[in-house]
């Protein structure tokens, strides 16, 4: 009998492994998308990333396999959840945290352009999130762990990892704040989460600051509140060493951990791809890895501690999306999760008429830490090809409408149209870099619709347009290094961008469509 009980176990294992896949490819959600964290709820996963400047905030995305991920929404949507008066890319939304509990979402994260930590929910993560309740334990980065009808938050408000217990629904305080661990000496330590496992409270950190050091230490308890035990064999995941110096990806760090629906444990990371020399210019991204986890043993991260681009490892049955289409028509109600604006956006000036998307032009241009007429989509792919159509109307000189590859209010690239006094059209190509403003190309091209082009690799930013279907022309190329994160600064990437400009009239830009095709 014993032996027929042991044969059914062996066929369920083999079925299981029949269903399972072998590979995948990183990063998981490409772009900017940093400090993911995940939760599961029975066979379903949700993930969320920091959004610092841009609104909607904290996108949301759904996977039923870890590596398949489509954002279907975003958590803070209107204004009075997220105000970003004055934030630049290195304020707003930092580094949010989405657990489930007993049928209710939570997302729990830092406004440092506001004040402070605060925390939504929902029972419905494709709809709407609740108004914000405010916490007064400090920091950034701020985690939940629920357990036994309590729910207890650690966050960072000063070099170490601090705990309380908190009412989730309410955010008051139920306990005095104490501090658990200082981590392993690295600078910075950050991105908090507890999980328990075998009797213990295991404690993830971040540590090393999010860059060429960044890494990923734990702690271990038999008490929540401590103390806790180091890893001996930490860093659990880090670039940092001889073994990776090579790597196209670096900057590994901010990681949550999950237990899969079929037992295996994954780990979600930041990471960054660098494409010239050690510029990277596409922000910090989404990666999975996965750990093995032994009964009472620290967790394993993909064998040795690192990540790469083709991971061969077994994942679970894959159930991919339905791949979007290059081209986003303007001819719909709304548009998609996935575009966003610069801070808090004018709704009135943005138009969806069912033919075009019309931005009405106001003086905020793109160097204010006002909200300019803006709408933009990350750039994804190191190589890419985008595009749009724009028709300029009711404009007088100096007014300007186009697409612009934005990193930050100084360094950015613009491709626009402009008319004169005469009612004559030129399209201009424009860097801003830091104090440094300079007209690259100016063409004078009729009046009328205009197709403009932006193509990236590694090294450059070609620039190219298009009157009455002819074939595209380039106008110049740009150096990607000058807009990196390692020039630029600011903690977010690339975002192709649609704006209009006006000094003082009733200009507006009609929009025909916008492209985007990665090509890696």
């Known amino acids: 009998m014993k032996k027929i009980i042991l044969s059914i176990f062996i066929m369920m ?261 660098p494409q010239t020399g050690s510029h990277h210019l596409l922000g910090r991204e989404t990666f999975i890895a996965p750990v093995r986890w032994d009964k009472n043993a620290w967790p394993v991260v993909n064998g040795d501690g690192t990540i790469a681009l083709q991971m061969d490892a077994p994942t679970l049955p894959q159930q991919p999306f339905v791949s979007k289409a290059p081209r986003t028509t303007f001819n719909t109600e709304k548009l998609g999760p996935e575009w966003i604006y610069l801070r808090n956006p004018k709704q009135e000036n943005y138009i969806l008429n069912g033919k075009t998307l019309r931005l009405k032009a106001t003086s905020a241009n793109l160097n204010s830490m006002d909200s300019p007429t803006f709408i933009g989509r990350r750039q994804q792919h190191i190589s890419f090809t985008a595009g749009t159509s724009v028709e300029l109307q009711k404009g007088q000189p100096q007014d300007e409408a186009g697409i612009t590859v934005f990193m930050e209010n100084h360094s950015h690239y613009d491709l626009f149209v402009r008319q004169d006094a005469k009612e004559q059209q030129s399209i201009i190509l424009r860097y801003q870099l830091g104090e440094l403003k300079h007209i690259e190309k100016e063409i004078n091209i009729p009046q009328g619709k205009v197709q403009l082009q932006v193509k990236g690799n590694n090294e450059f930013y070609s620039f190219g347009y298009s009157t009455a279907g002819n074939k595209f022309q380039e106008i110049a190329k740009m150096n990607t290094r000058y807009l990196s994160t390692e020039t630029a600064g600011g903690f977010t990437g690339i975002i192709l961008g649609l704006y209009a400009v006006s000094a003082s009239s009733k200009a507006q830009a009609d929009f025909d469509y916008f492209d985007y095709q990665g090509n890696e």
């Open 13 to 273: 294992g083999l079925a299981n492994l029949s269903h399972a896949q072998q590979g995948y490819q990183n990063p998981i959600i490409p772009g900017f998308h940093p400090d993911p964290s995940v939760c599961r709820v029975g066979e379903d996963y949700y993930l969320v990333n920091s959004s610092f400047c841009y609104f909607p905030g904290v996108p949301l995305f759904h996977s039923k396999d870890l590596v398949n991920w489509e954002q279907i929404g975003n958590c803070l949507t209107r204004e009075s959840q997220v105000k970003l008066t004055n934030a630049g890319t290195w304020g707003g939304i930092y580094a949010p945290t989405i657990r489930y509990n007993e049928g209710v979402f939570y997302m729990i994260t830092t406004n440092v352009s506001d004040k402070g930590n605060f925390l939504v929910h929902t029972t419905d993560p494709r709809g709407e999130w609740s108004e914000p309740v405010w916490i007064k334990q400090g920091g950034i980065d701020p985690s939940l762990y629920f357990e036994n009808g309590k729910c207890y938050l650690v966050s960072n408000p000063d070099v170490g990892i601090y705990l309380c217990e908190i009412n989730p629904m309410t955010g008051e305080q139920l306990s005095e704040s104490k501090r658990i661990w200082n981590g392993t000496g690295g600078r910075h330590p950050e991105g908090p989460h507890i999980y328990k496992k075998d009797d213990w409270y295991y404690l993830l950190i971040s540590e090393g600051g999010t860059e060429y050091g960044h890494k990923v230490t734990i702690a271990r308890s038999r008490d929540i509140d401590g103390p806790y035990e180091g890893n001996p064999a930490n860093p659990i995941l880090t670039h940092i060493n001889k073994n990776a110096q090579n790597s196209p990806i670096q900057g590994t760090g901010h990681a949550d951990l999950i237990e899969a629906h079929d037992g295996s444990w994954w780990m979600v990371c930041l990471a960054f791809r």
